[in-house]
């Protein structure tokens, strides 16, 4: 019963993530979006610490059933696993027991953790399982949904979109579309010759929740006294991590998948409470707690680190500027790149692969029920620089159109509004400029109050031929809790 269980929650969460990538109307996100939000590593990025903080209780309490259930990535594996598995009837019980390859495992988790603080993100979108899937459903899944649903109609309406497109543009899609079919068969080789391969030795998140699920509460139990070591829970196990030889499961590689339950014809594993947690901790190897405690350690101080950063901004590096509330736009912004907020809508998959890459964590995770999930763009936490160009080299779905840094400083997303109400040189008779100061177009400049007293103080005006909406006047602005100066989208980018 707990292995049906499990694969009916995997599938509907596999099937309700892959329609993600397959919406085109924007009206299954309202409602799946959620799924979406649950993937450990992009609500890492986004920091929803209380989606991390829910996974990791999870996995305390039953182990790593977010790989075996929520994980897209690694129910697509089982699938692939499976469909070998019924291809002749003796590879059924093909697996067998290997030893973890830990260093292996921690080496990818270490230089996951270095590229993520050292702002590598196209290594960490490459080896991050919901980004991984991402670029397979976006660029091989999506692409032959369309198919079938209207070839003519698809091939027309990709002809209008890229048909401005230079031949280094051509360029980028195909290797994109090579990645991803290079990525797709790094993971079905491996899942077809070996089941979870992937999971147990490449995969960050599975490392991560590896070192968690040692010291789950509930997990498989081998009963030594109805085992008859015939060894079949052994060979069914994709994750060959049962040692029938000395009766152990590796709890860092066990998914939860409940395959050696139902395997196991005299009923001797049981999914049940673990009688003592200090007895895994025997079990463990000097190097091996060493090891963890590193990486935790070192992953727990990467984590308070960034959220620490999200927390302080400064103004030119002298004084600590504290955090504003978000203002409410009357349009959205979307990145340069996006033409519109009807294509970005249409277009976008929610796969968070433009939130992982944005260095300044402008893009974020919307929450509202009629884009949930898409990415929208904020200024709380820092500004759209003119220069930066990465959330549109990375959309594999065209919602962030291509753009160079010339055509980016020429497009106007949005243009910035000022309420003199909430300025510090009206409230607190001081002088500022801050916004005019920061502004990367020059879009802003200071006017005397009264101008016809020279000692006057000074108030920002808007030029909004030049404005591009790049949020440095917001971002940087010190009034609280809201700012002065806040930027309003524009249904339609326009190019100045």
Same mark, same amino acid.
């Given at each position: 019963?707990?292995?049906?269980?499990?694969? #009916?929650?995997?599938?509907?969460?596999?099937?309700?993530?892959?329609?993600?990538?397959?919406?085109?109307?924007?009206? #299954?996100?309202?409602?799946?979006?959620?799924?979406?939000?649950?993937?450990?590593?992009?609500?890492?990025?986004?920091?929803?610490?209380?989606?991390?903080?829910?996974?990791?209780?999870?996995?305390?309490?039953?182990?790593?059933?977010?790989?075996?259930?929520?994980?897209?990535?690694?129910?697509?594996?089982?699938?692939?696993?499976?469909?070998?598995?019924?291809?002749?009837? =003796?590879?059924?019980?093909?697996?067998?027991?290997?030893? &973890?390859?830990?260093?292996?495992? !921690?080496?990818?988790?270490?230089?996951?953790? *270095?590229?993520?603080?050292?702002?590598?993100?196209?290594?960490?979108?490459?080896?991050?399982?919901?980004?991984?899937?991402?670029?397979?459903?976006? /660029?091989?899944?999506?692409?032959?949904?369309?198919?079938?649903?209207?070839?003519?109609?698809? #091939?027309?309406?990709?002809?209008?979109?890229?048909?401005?497109?230079?031949?280094?543009?051509?360029?980028?899609?195909?290797?994109?579309?090579?990645?991803?079919? $290079?990525?797709?068969?790094?993971? &079905?080789?491996?899942?077809?010759?070996?089941?979870?391969?992937?999971? /147990?030795?490449?995969?960050?998140?599975?490392?991560?929740?590896?070192?968690?699920?040692?010291?789950?509460?509930?997990?498989?139990?081998?009963?030594? +006294?109805?085992?008859? /070591?015939?060894?079949?829970?052994?060979?069914?196990?994709?994750?060959?991590?049962?040692?029938? =030889? +000395?009766?152990? %499961?590796?709890?860092?590689?066990?998914?939860?998948?409940?395959?050696?339950?139902?395997?196991? =014809?005299?009923?001797?594993?049981? !999914?049940?409470?673990?009688?003592?947690?200090?007895?895994?901790?025997?079990?463990?190897?000097?190097?091996?707690?060493?090891?963890?405690?590193?990486?935790?350690?070192?992953?727990?101080?990467?984590?308070?680190?960034?959220?620490?950063?999200?927390?302080?901004? @400064?103004?030119?590096?002298?004084?600590? %500027?504290?955090?504003?509330?978000?203002?409410?736009?009357?349009?959205?912004? $979307?990145?340069?790149?996006? @033409?519109? *907020?009807?294509?970005f809508e249409q277009h976008c998959t929610a796969c968070q692969l433009c939130v992982s890459v944005c260095p300044n964590q402008v893009l974020r995770p919307s929450t509202s029920l009629m884009n949930l999930m898409q990415p929208e763009m904020s200024y709380e936490r820092g500004y759209c620089r003119p220069?930066?160009?990465?959330?549109?080299?990375?959309?594999?779905?065209?919602?962030?159109?291509?753009?160079?840094? +010339?055509? =980016?400083?020429? %497009?106007?997303?949005?243009?910035?509004? $000022?309420?003199?109400?909430?300025?510090?040189? /009206?409230?607190?008779?001081?002088?500022?400029?801050?916004?005019?100061?920061?502004?990367?177009?020059?879009?802003?400049?200071?006017?005397?109050?009264?101008?016809?007293?020279?000692?006057?103080?000074? %108030?920002?005006?808007?030029?909004?031929?030049?404005?591009?909406?790049?949020?440095?006047?917001?971002?940087?602005?010190?009034?609280?809790?809201?700012?002065?100066?806040?930027?309003?989208?524009?249904?339609?980018?326009?190019?100045?």
């Amino acid at each position: 019963m707990l292995r049906k269980i499990r694969i #009916i929650l995997a599938s509907v969460f596999f099937i309700g993530v892959t329609l993600l990538f397959l919406d085109f109307t924007g009206t #299954i996100h309202a409602w799946l979006g959620w799924m979406a939000k649950v993937q450990f590593l992009p609500a890492l990025l986004a920091l929803n610490f209380g989606v991390v903080a829910i996974l990791v209780v999870l996995t305390l309490l039953f182990g790593r059933v977010y790989c075996s259930v929520i994980c897209p990535l690694g129910v697509m594996q089982d699938i692939i696993s499976w469909i070998h598995g019924k291809t002749k009837k =003796k590879n059924r019980f093909r697996f067998s027991y290997s030893p &973890a390859k830990n260093w292996l495992r !921690y080496s990818v988790l270490a230089l996951f953790v *270095i590229a993520l603080v050292a702002g590598l993100h196209s290594l960490v979108a490459l080896v991050a399982p919901y980004s991984a899937y991402g670029r397979i459903a976006s /660029n091989l899944l999506a692409p032959l949904y369309q198919w079938g649903n209207n070839f003519f109609a698809w #091939i027309a309406e990709r002809s209008e979109s890229y048909a401005f497109y230079s031949t280094q543009v051509w360029i980028k899609s195909i290797a994109t579309f090579a990645v991803a079919v $290079v990525t797709f068969v790094v993971v &079905a080789v491996l899942a077809w010759k070996n089941g979870r391969t992937w999971c /147990n030795t490449i995969c960050p998140v599975g490392s991560v929740l590896g070192l968690i699920s040692k010291f789950s509460i509930f997990a498989p139990v081998i009963d030594t +006294e109805k085992c008859r /070591n015939c060894g079949l829970c052994g060979k069914q196990c994709k994750s060959a991590c049962i040692d029938m =030889k +000395e009766h152990q %499961i590796d709890y860092s590689r066990c998914v939860a998948c409940m395959d050696c339950i139902e395997t196991c =014809k005299d009923g001797a594993i049981h !999914y049940t409470r673990r009688k003592c947690l200090s007895e895994c901790a025997k079990n463990d190897k000097p190097a091996d707690s060493g090891r963890r405690a590193f990486v935790v350690s070192a992953a727990i101080a990467t984590t308070a680190v960034a959220a620490k950063a999200q927390e302080m901004k @400064v103004d030119g590096g002298l004084a600590e %500027i504290s955090g504003a509330q978000k203002p409410e736009r009357q349009t959205r912004l $979307v990145p340069a790149g996006s @033409v519109s *907020i009807r294509n970005f809508e249409q277009h976008c998959t929610a796969c968070q692969l433009c939130v992982s890459v944005c260095p300044n964590q402008v893009l974020r995770p919307s929450t509202s029920l009629m884009n949930l999930m898409q990415p929208e763009m904020s200024y709380e936490r820092g500004y759209c620089r003119p220069e930066c160009t990465k959330c549109s080299d990375v959309c594999p779905a065209g919602a962030i159109r291509p753009v160079t840094v +010339e055509e =980016k400083s020429s %497009i106007q997303i949005g243009h910035a509004v $000022v309420c003199l109400d909430n300025c510090v040189v /009206n409230v607190d008779e001081v002088s500022c400029g801050n916004c005019a100061r920061h502004c990367p177009a020059g879009a802003i400049r200071m006017v005397r109050k009264d101008p016809d007293d020279p000692k006057s103080l000074r %108030i920002p005006v808007v030029n909004e031929e030049r404005c591009i909406g790049c949020g440095a006047c917001e971002n940087l602005c010190p009034a609280r809790p809201f700012t002065a100066i806040h930027v309003e989208g524009h249904e339609v980018h326009k190019t100045i």
